[in-house]
Nanobody
Framework: QVQLVESGGGLVQPGGSLRLSCAVS????????MGWYRQAPGKQRGVVAT???????AYADFVKGRFTISRDNAKSTVSLQMNDLKPEDTAVYYC???????WGKGTLVAVSS
């Protein structure tokens, strides 16, 4: 079956960095656009970054210049490099096969001093 498994979350101080990864199995990863989304406590889930099958990225305004999305079709993974993290980046981060109903279970990122 289709599985998306995120990893790399954790607690980091403001200004720090984390790299999230999402391993995808059970589907031809290379034909799907991919996305990273996040949901903070009490807020709706929203898009953080997306990447096309041709590796064209797009970012929400609030992460431009700080986050970088990438994919490795050979390994069926999508990653999110997060730099200069801020307390407002605290959320559960999810990866998604875009234009499908498949989500990962999420990984928690907490930014706090």
């Amino acid at each position: 079956q289709v599985q998306l498994v995120e990893s790399g979350g954790g607690l980091v101080q403001p200004g720090g960095s984390l790299r999230l990864s999402c391993a995808v199995s059970g589907v031809d990863f290379s034909i799907f656009h991919m996305g990273w989304y996040r949901q903070a406590p009490g807020k709706q889930r929203g898009v953080v970054a997306t990447i096309t099958t041709d590796s064209e990225p797009a970012y929400a305004d609030f992460v431009k210049g700080r986050f970088t999305i990438s994919r490795d079709n050979a390994k069926s993974t999508v990653s999110l490099q997060m730099n200069d993290l801020k307390p407002e980046d605290t959320a559960v981060y999810y990866c998604k096969l875009d234009n499908s109903a498949y989500w990962g279970k999420g990984t928690l990122v907490a930014v706090s001093s």
